[in-house]
């Protein structure tokens, strides 16, 4: 059975993209904590993160680092924190989250709801940087 990220990657849900390659995909977390919080995942579905096989990992990372200076010059912000948490959906991902201090990463915090047309709006724009 496919994960939700396999089914985000093939279309078979929507997303908002934010960019994708031949390995790749990024797109924006539906419940952000913050304004451009975006989520990086390796087309081949892997659950855990130390599993992926090193050069997709190092590859993967470098993709997030591309997502990463986007989201800094769209949403200025002190750093781009990324964390990985792997339990809510089994397929490896990093979480890319614009951060003024460290409290603005904890998941325990409210998450922002923002409309469809605000979503897309923030994937246009981290696309276009």
């Known amino acids: 059975m496919s994960s939700i ?12 993209k934010v960019a994708e390659n031949d390995k790749f995909y990024a797109f924006l977390d539906i419940s952000p904590l913050q304004k451009g919080h975006t989520l990086v995942v390796p ?6 993160i130390f599993d992926v096989e090193d050069e997709l990992l190092s590859e993967m990372i470098i993709f997030a680092k ?58 246009q724009k981290l696309r276009n940087a």
Do not use: W
């Not at 087309?43 to 855990?48: C, L, N, Q, R």
């Not at 002190?78 to 089994?90: A, H, K, Q, S």
């Not at 951060?99 to 047309?117: G, T, V």
């Open 66 to 123: 591309g997502i990463a200076g986007k989201i800094k010059k769209t949403f200025p912000c002190n750093r781009v924190g990324m964390t990985v948490i792997g339990l809510e959906v089994p397929h490896a991902h990093i979480h890319l989250i614009p951060i003024n201090a460290e409290k603005d990463m904890n998941f325990r915090s409210e998450k922002l709801n923002l409309s469809q047309d605000e979503l897309a709006e923030i994937a």
């Open 43 to 48: 087309k081949k579905e892997v659950d855990y």
């Open 5 to 16: 990220f396999t089914k985000i990657i093939n279309g078979e849900i929507p997303s908002h």
